[in-house]
Every structure is written in C-alpha cells, then in structure tokens.
C-alpha cells in the first residue's frame, strides 16, 4: 500500500506562498485519485483539493479557487499544492490522502493519510 509523507509547511506571513509537497512511496500515485485535506483546531478536516487519477480532473473547495493549485508529478511520485495569497484562517494542518476508488470530497472516500504539515499563518 502506498506510503505518503507530506512536507513544505511553516510559519508566514499573510499575503505569503507555500509550496506542500506530498511524496508517495510503496506506490505509483498515477494509479491514485490524490487530495489534500486540511484541518484547523477544533474543526474538523475539510477539503481543499483534488486531482483525478483517470483524466487529471481538478476540483478545488470554493475557499481556494484562485490561490491555490494541486499538481503532480508523476515521474517524482510527488503531489504538490501552491498556495498563493496565504490569509489566517489557511491556518491548519494540510494532508495528503489518496484513493483507488473514489475521487471525490468527502475524508471517507481516501484510504491513506499522511502525517500532515503544519501551515501557520499570521497576520
């Protein structure tokens, strides 16, 4: 099963960028439907993107559309999100998951997690 191991996070300021990037092992993430997640305290884990294993289909939570951008590289075996435009309430803990099967929004869908990155945003 594949392994996945986020990295990228920190502390900015707003306005900042971040590149994640989510590097797969004991897997191809080509055979994967791949999202990240994230999770504030005390909310629960929201989505924020996801790429279609199939045709490549995108999809982004509202709250990103225009500042954030999910690739992969599958020659890497590493998913990537580009987050642009930083503001406080990005704070979170973003994770990698990936799915065989299903390539929607909802956590139930992914079979496998990273650890997750710590992304603070302070104003």
């Known amino acids: 099963q594949v392994q996945l191991v986020e990295s990228g996070g920190g502390l900015v300021t707003a306005g900042d960028s971040l590149r994640l990037s989510c590097a797969a092992s004991g897997g ?3 055979r994967y439907n791949m999202a990240w997640f994230r999770q504030a305290p005390g909310k629960e884990r929201e989505f924020v993107a996801q790429i279609s294993r199939i045709d490549g ?3 982004y939570a509202d709250f990103v559309k225009g500042r954030f951008t999910i690739s992969r590289d599958n020659a890497k075996n590493t998913l990537y ?3 642009n435009s930083l ?3 990005d ?5 990698c998951a990936a799915s065989l099967r299903f ?3 909802t956590r139930q869908e992914y079979d496998y ?3 997750g990155t710590q992304v603070t945003v302070t104003s």
């Open 81 to 83: 999100l580009q987050m």
């Open 113 to 115: 997690w990273g650890q």
């Open 57 to 59: 289909r995108i999809y």
């Open 91 to 95: 704070t979170a803990v973003y994770y």
């Open 28 to 30: 191809t993430i080509s």
């Open 87 to 89: 503001n406080f309430n």
């Open 103 to 105: 390539s929607g929004v």
